[in-house]
């Protein structure tokens, strides 16, 4: 038996219709229940790089935690799985309104020579109770390639404006060191300079232009690695309205507070 012609187009209608949502669904364009949803807490970035830090020495890397979801969220614990790592001080419990963030840090201090690596985890009532945030370093008997400055506090920058500063790699030691390639993290931070994969030879320069570019109000943080000699240039810089800057907006002043990015040495 036959169907009617307009069953027929019907049936026709209806198989391209869902022929059409499954490749939808299939490629992304239509958002589906098995799509993953976006994490109510999130770390930005999602891991931390320290490179290679002469054992001894600290270096400081900063980071925001943001709820982005659509109701608060209360951190009540942290723990760090490595003792060479430390969070900055954070009072708990801590409660993030919806959309709220907040900037901290966490420090590397090798204490020996070799890879380090750990895990720190927050533990909350969002959706994603339990939050990792990865870390890595490299504990070194000395540097291969220096920077100069060692870090980069571009201070306070008018939203919308671009402020730039040059960053000198030396490379330290008596052969050439190949610097393999850079990666640049931190929403408004770049590098412009020379191309990589590239040699230095012993005792040869080489300058990289840092750039901040602020879209928002706020405290960011970010750094420069550099592959090869696995050297990290930490970065910090604040966004202000135009109408806000200090009275000497040109200055790069490293700031001492909770948001301070540092390598030093513990024990001079």
């Given at each position: 038996?036959?169907?009617?012609?307009?069953?027929?187009?019907?049936?026709?209608v209806r198989r391209v219709y869902f022929l059409t949502i499954?490749?939808?669904?299939?490629?992304?364009?239509?958002?589906?229940g098995a799509a993953a949803a976006t994490s109510q807490l999130a770390c930005t970035p999602t891991n931390l790089r320290f490179g290679a830090i002469p054992a001894g020495q600290t270096?400081?890397?900063?980071?925001?935690?943001?709820n982005n979801g659509q109701t608060s969220a209360t951190i009540s614990g942290i723990t760090v799985g490595n003792s060479e790592f430390t969070m900055s001080s954070l009072?708990?419990?801590?409660?993030?309104?919806?959309?709220?963030?907040?900037?901290?840090?966490?420090s590397f201090t090798p204490t020996a020579m070799g890879w380090a690596g750990g895990t720190i985890k927050f533990s909350?009532?969002?959706?994603?109770?339990?939050?990792?945030?990865?870390?890595?370093?490299?504990?070194?008997?000395?540097?291969?390639?220096?920077a100069s400055p060692t870090i980069v506090s571009f201070g306070q920058v008018a939203i919308g404006t671009i402020?730039?500063?040059?960053?000198?790699?030396?490379?330290?030691?008596?052969?050439?060191?190949t610097l393999s390639a850079l990666q640049t993290t931190g929403a408004g931070f770049s590098m412009s300079g020379p191309t990589f994969p590239l040699t230095l030879g012993a005792g040869r320069s080489v300058t990289l232009n840092v750039a901040f570019a602020p879209q928002s109000a706020g405290t960011t943080g970010g750094s420069v690695f550099v592959s090869g000699p696995a050297l990290t240039i930490p970065l910090t810089g604040t966004g202000v309205a135009a109408g806000q800057l200090a009275a000497n907006p040109s200055s790069r002043i490293l700031q001492t507070s909770k948001w301070e990015t540092t390598r030093r040495n513990p024990q001079s």
């Open positions: 038996m036959r169907l009617p012609q307009s069953i027929i187009r019907s049936l026709s499954g490749m939808a669904i299939l490629f992304g364009m239509v958002p589906a270096e400081t890397l900063l980071f925001t935690l943001t009072s708990l419990p801590l409660v993030l309104l919806a959309g709220q963030s907040v900037d901290l840090s966490v909350s009532n969002a959706s994603n109770a339990t939050l990792q945030l990865e870390v890595a370093g490299t504990g070194v008997s000395s540097e291969s390639v220096t402020s730039t500063v040059p960053v000198v790699l030396t490379n330290a030691r008596s052969w050439n060191v």
